[in-house]
C-alpha cells in the first residue's frame, strides 16, 4: 500500500491525509467541485473530482470512487466516516478490483449494519440487548408488539442509524402515523424502510467502547466513551471516560465489546455501542459502528493511540502495534462539535463565508477542522466545521480547560455552536455528571441553571 485515495472531505478528510502522510503514504483526494479548493485538497498529494456538489453525484457513488483510486495509481481507499464509510458495496468493490478498503470486510458491514442481524448475532453471545421486537411491517399488528415491548417505544430503521428513521411513540394511537412516517424517513435515508421497536430508556446513557482487531485475531478495546450529551440523536459532546461507570462495568463493557468482534471476526477499528439503564444499573448492546468514529480523538487523547495509523497499518495486513496490557488510561479528555448552525433558530444549518477564524491554542487542546479564514460553508453537507478536544488530569481540569478553550474559539461571519457548548461547560449537573441522552431536549437540571 504507498497510495491512498480519500473518499470523504472535511476534517476527517484532513486527519486522514495527515495519518497518510505520517506513515510515509502518498494521498489523493476525491473531492467534489466545491471541494477542489478546500483545505484537504491543499494538503493531499493530488486531487480528484469525482462529481457535483450533491453527495448523490459524487460521494455516494461507488463506481466513480472506485474509479478513480484506479485512475490516479491509488491502492486503496479510506472512506472516513458517513457517506459510503459503512456501506458494504464499496468493500467488495475494492475487494472486486484489487484496492485495499481501510476498513472492516464487507461481510463485517453487511452484518453489523443491518441492525436486526446484529441483535440477534449479539443474543447468542448472551449479551443483553434493548427489549424491543424483530421485524415489523404494515401487516404486523404494530399494537399488539409495541404493548409487548412496553410503552414508550422508539421505532428505529433496520437499516441505519444517525437518528434517521426514528420516532418515539408514547401511545398507541400514534403508532401507525408514526410507522409510516418513520418508514419512510428510513427509505429516504438508506433505502430501505424496514422497522423494529425497541423499549424507550427514560434515563439512559450512551456508552460507546473502542476496539482494534488485526487479520491475526488480536483485538484491543480502547476503554469507553460517554456520548450521553445529545439533541435529536445527534451527538454533541463526548468525554472519555465516562464518569458513571465504575471499575467493575467497564470491565463487562470492554468484555462484551471485545466478545462481539472476535465473534464476526472482525478487522480494523469499530466502535461497540451500549446503552446504560441509570435507574437499573445494567447496559444493553445498541449497535456496532464499522468505521472510525466522529469522536475517536478523546480515546487518542487518554490512551496515547494513533486511532488512523493503526487502521493504515492493519489494512496494510500488519498485526496490531500493541497489546491489551499495554492500553493504558491517562486523564480525561472532552470533545466538543462545532457546527455551523445557529441555535437560536432550532439550530439551523448556516452556510456562509467564515471571514474570521481563530481556534485556541495551547496545552491540552486539539483542533480538527478543515476551516480557514475566507472559506465558503457549503450548503450541501454535514454542518460539522471542527472538533475541539482538550485533555486534562481529571474530569474537572478538562472541563475548565473546554470552558477556556471555547471561550477563546472566534469565528466570524456565520453562525456557530460555540455559544451553546459554552453554556453546556458552565452547567452545574453537567459538571458533576448527572445528565442522559434526553438531558438537553427535557431541560432537566436545576432552577436558573437552564440552556441559553
Not at 98 to 112: A, K
Request: glycine content about 8%; hydrophobic content about 45%.
Amino acid at each position: 500500500m504507498t497510495r491512498v485515495l480519500v473518499a470523504n472531505r472535511g476534517e476527517i478528510a484532513v486527519r486522514v491525509i495527515q495519518a497518510c502522510r505520517e506513515l510515509g503514504l502518498a494521498t489523493v483526494l476525491a473531492a467534489s467541485e466545491p471541494d477542489r479548493e478546500s483545505l484537504p485538497a491543499q494538503l493531499a498529494d493530488r486531487v480528484v473530482c469525482i462529481g457535483p456538489a450533491l453527495p448523490a453525484q459524487s460521494y455516494l457513488r461507488v463506481g466513480t470512487i472506485v474509479t478513480a483510486a484506479l485512475g490516479v495509481g491509488a491502492d486503496a481507499i479510506h472512506p472516513g466516516y458517513g457517506f459510503l464509510a459503512e456501506q458494504p458495496e464499496l468493500a467488495a468493490a475494492c475487494a472486486a478490483h484489487g484496492l485495499v478498503f481501510i476498513g472492516p470486510t464487507p461481510e463485517n458491514i453487511r452484518n453489523m449494519g443491518d441492525k436486526l442481524v446484529a441483535r440477534r448475532l449479539v443474543q447468542t453471545l448472551n449479551i443483553p440487548v434493548v427489549p424491543g421486537s424483530t421485524l415489523i411491517d404494515e401487516a404486523a399488528d404494530i399494537k399488539s408488539i409495541a404493548s409487548r415491548v412496553g410503552f414508550p417505544v422508539l421505532l428505529k430503521a433496520a437499516a441505519g442509524g444517525g437518528g434517521k428513521g426514528m420516532k418515539i411513540v408514547h401511545t398507541d394511537d400514534a403508532l401507525e402515523t408514526a410507522y409510516k412516517e418513520a418508514a419512510a424517513a428510513a427509505r429516504a435515508a438508506f433505502g430501505d424502510g424496514r422497522l423494529y421497536l425497541e423499549r424507550v430508556i427514560p434515563n439512559a446513557r450512551h456508552l460507546e467502547v473502542q476496539i482494534l482487531a488485526d487479520r491475526f485475531g488480536q483485538i484491543v478495546h480502547l476503554f469507553e466513551r460517554d456520548c450521553s450529551v445529545q439533541r435529536r440523536y445527534q451527538k454533541l459532546v463526548e468525554e472519555a471516560p465516562s464518569p458513571v461507570v465504575s471499575e467493575a462495568m467497564r470491565t463487562q463493557l470492554c468484555r462484551a465489546a471485545l466478545k462481539i468482534a472476535a465473534a464476526i471476526g472482525y478487522e480494523n477499528a469499530g466502535t461497540v455501542e451500549f446503552i446504560l439503564d441509570q435507574d437499573q444499573g445494567v447496559f444493553y448492546f445498541l449497535e456496532m459502528n464499522t468505521r472510525i468514529q466522529v469522536e475517536h480523538p478523546v480515546t487518542e487523547l487518554i490512551t496515547g493511540v494513533d486511532l488512523v495509523q493503526e487502521q493504515l497499518r492493519i489494512a496494510q495486513g500488519g498485526a496490531l502495534s500493541l497489546t491489551q496490557d499495554q492500553v493504558q488510561m491517562r486523564g480525561h479528555a472532552l470533545e466538543c462539535r462545532i457546527n455551523a448552525e445557529s441555535p437560536e433558530a432550532d439550530f439551523r444549518p448556516a452556510p456562509g463565508r467564515i471571514t474570521q477564524w481563530q481556534a485556541p491554542q495551547g496545552t491540552g487542546i486539539r483542533v480538527d477542522t478543515h476551516c480557514v479564514p475566507g472559506y465558503q460553508v457549503p450548503p450541501f453537507y454535514d454542518s460539522l466545521l471542527a472538533k475541539l478536544i482538550v485533555a486534562g488530569s481529571s474530569r474537572t481540569a478538562a472541563i475548565e480547560r473546554m470552558r477556556t478553550a471555547l471561550n477563546a474559539f472566534t469565528v466570524c461571519g456565520i453562525d456557530t455552536t460555540i455559544p451553546f457548548l459554552a453554556s453546556i461547560m458552565q452547567r452545574s449537573d453537567f459538571a458533576a455528571g448527572q445528565f442522559n441522552t434526553r438531558w438537553l431536549e427535557e431541560g432537566v437540571g436545576s432552577p436558573g441553571d437552564k440552556l441559553t
